[in-house]
C-alpha cells in the first residue's frame, strides 16, 4: 500500500467545538502513529515582534521557532486550533524552518487533536484543563 501523502490528513483535519476549551483540531480521517500530520502555517514574522504581538493576549496563535516566528492569528484553519494536552496524542518537532506535527498514537477519525505546548508565553499561570490523569495543572 502507498503511503499517504501526509497533505492528506492535514486537508481532511476539521475544527470544532472542544471538550477541553473552546475550538480544537479534529482528526478527519484515520491517523497512524508517528504519521506526519502537517506544519504549522501562519505569517513570518521576526522574534521580536512575536514578543510584541503576544503580550496580553490569553490565546496566543504564534510560535517561535530559531530564527522567527510564525503568526496564525488571521488564519482559519490548521494547528492555531490544537489544544494542549498534558497526555498529548501528537507531538511538535521544530526545525529551524517549521513546526511539524506527528502522530504519537494511532488516531481515530474524529477524535480531537491535543499537543503538548511545552514552554508558553503564560509561563505557567494559565490553569490547564486538558482532564488528563497526569495532568500538570497548568500551561
Ligand atoms: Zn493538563
Known sequence: MPKRDWRE????????R???????LFAGT??????????????????REARRRARGQRIVAIVELER???????????????NHS???????RCTPERAEFYA??????????TADY???????KLRCRCGAATCRGAI
Open 18 to 24: 472542544s471538550a477541553i476549551t473552546g475550538l480544537g
Open 30 to 47: 484515520r491517523i497512524p502513529a508517528r504519521a506526519k500530520i502537517g506544519e504549522f502555517e501562519g505569517e513570518v514574522i521576526g522574534l
Open 118 to 124: 511545552g514552554e508558553t508565553q503564560h509561563n505557567g
Open 104 to 113: 504519537l498514537t494511532d488516531i481515530a477519525k474524529g477524535t480531537e487533536l
Open 68 to 82: 522567527h516566528a510564525l503568526d496564525a492569528t488571521d488564519t482559519g484553519r490548521g494547528f492555531r486550533f490544537i
Open 86 to 92: 498534558c497526555a498529548p496524542n501528537t507531538f511538535i
Open 9 to 16: 490528513i492535514y486537508e481532511a483535519l476539521t475544527v470544532g
